[in-house]
């Protein structure tokens, strides 16, 4: 499986999935990170400070496998106050200033 050589497979609190080999980032969290940088893997490897092939396995990962990476995004997405309420009943909401004062 040459085009996923950087990927491995955990089992997680969700069930089996896919992260890039040697850290601790599922592919779906590359993929978010990919999306807030305009889906250019050679920022995404500089933010991250990996060689760009392991970003590069990620992105061909993600194309194999659009449905399993949009529904992990998805989940993750969906994680509001109130339904972190839910699992975190005593959770409690800091509000920081901006470096402003605002």
Known sequence: MVAFDQ????????????YVRGSGLAVWEVAM???AHDDDAARVADYLEW?????EAAVR?????PDEIDAALADNDSY???????????IEVFTVPDEAGG
């Open 7 to 18: 990927i491995d497979f955990r089992d997680s609190v969700v069930g089996r999935q896919a």
């Open 80 to 90: 509001d106050l109130e339904r972190l309420r839910q699992i975190f009943p005593d």
């Open 51 to 55: 060689p760009s092939g392991h970003v």
């Open 33 to 35: 990170l990919l999306r």
């Open 61 to 65: 990962y993600i194309a194999a496998y």
